[in-house]
């Protein structure tokens, strides 16, 4: 389907929207090659005095993980490394000295979450077999179980018999509450890191954290489909549920579901990711992917308005792993890709991405969220004519499975020291943030 205004431009000489027939390579390749092109607009590490890794403001250093997750994917979908050293840089750059994704200028927003998004880019890299760093760099697998590890060891029962909370420092806002999200992201790495090293530490890992999720009611079942709610706080010990429905929640425990499915060919894992996808449906119209919490009512912040791009890349993941679903999961992205490319028609380059896959035409919302989400659903249309993620017995990533083990402080985010000027500095910030944060519509709890 080619958007009206596309096919007028289309006879312009340099005018160039992004035109898809799904699931041909050369064809999806080329809309890739324009959507990162509005990408790249947004990138500040090719700038000068720019920040190696990060998108310019308003993008939050999660997002960044979330964009490098998605460009890598293309490297691999593509067999294009123009972006190959971008995408190098940028892991190396942030990935902390203690090696897993806590660079200390970023503590003042991440999350648990927010470190998984990263997680999920060096766990990428090691199963996409992504060029590895020289031996005195720790491996992409070395960086995930670091991310592991420190996330591991944050694992609480005081309250709510288990979980991760939303924030790792207690100076930020959200400690209190714990979220659907960044215990998703554990499991999806346990899930992983089970699959790609066969050590089935992982995998009991994976298996705790997915019993908590489902009894303490994040992920609920009725009728053989799951609701999957926010989180919840500690406070009254989890017993009252956020009650918005993101995709991303469910497609990144699905996706963590279909790597166990795939690892230890247990029927229940399969049966799990049935009834997730079941539950995705809350998320379609006429098969094509929508963001229900805000996008009616056009209130998606920036972080929401990516959230279709990793719900994308976990959708293809799970058709990969799970062949029984493989069928239902294409038609969704092949659908929604199709609604994405004919959104990508706006914007002074005539290709700037929208964020109404429906609409048939771009709905003149323009952002790094609309590019990044368009680019995934796009791109996994491909997803099924290439190999699977690699694992020990085909990759290549080095790994260590004490990786940031101790690091820091932080397997006790009580006990990190903050001095007097660093925890004065945060608390404006957090003030300012806050501030922000009421204005805008807060970034997850409501
Ligand atoms: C690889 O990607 C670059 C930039 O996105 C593009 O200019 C180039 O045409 C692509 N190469 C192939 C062979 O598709
Ligand atoms: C923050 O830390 C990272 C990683 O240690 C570093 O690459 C970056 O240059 C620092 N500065 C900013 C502004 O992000
Ligand atoms: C994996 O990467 C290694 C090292 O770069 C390379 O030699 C090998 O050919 C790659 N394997 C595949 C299947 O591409
Ligand atoms: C907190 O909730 C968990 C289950 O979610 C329950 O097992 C535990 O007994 C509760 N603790 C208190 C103090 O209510
Ligand atoms: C590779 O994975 C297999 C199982 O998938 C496991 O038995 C083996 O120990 C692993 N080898 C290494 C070197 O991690
Ligand atoms: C696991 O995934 C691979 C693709 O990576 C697929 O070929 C295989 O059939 C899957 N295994 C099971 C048990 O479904
Ligand atoms: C398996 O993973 C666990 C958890 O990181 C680690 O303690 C253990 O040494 C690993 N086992 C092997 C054989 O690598």
Redesign the pocket.
Known sequence: MLPLLCIALSLLPLASCVDLEVGDKESVCAAATLIIDGIMDYYEGTRYGGTVGMFQEPYYWWEAGEVFGGMLDTWYFCDNDTYEDIIYDAILAQRGTGNSFMPQNQSLTEGNDDQGFWAFVAMGAAERNFTNPPSDKPGWLALAQGCYNTMWARWETA???GGLRWQIFTWNSGYNYKNTISNACLFNIAARLARYTGNDTYAETAKTIWTWIT??QFATLTDDSYSVYDGANVDN???TLESTRWMYNYATLMAGCAYMYNYTEEESWQTEVGRLFSGMSIFLTDNVLYERQCQTSKTCNNDQRSFRSIASRFLGATARLVPAYSDQIMEVIDDSATGAAASCSGGSDGHTCGMDWSAGDWDGVYGLGEQISALEVIQNTLVMSKPGPFDNSTGTSEGNVDEGLGYDSTSNPHKITVTGKDKAGAGVATVVALGIVIALGVWMIV
């Open positions: 309250s709510c018999d009894d303490v010990n989890c017993s």
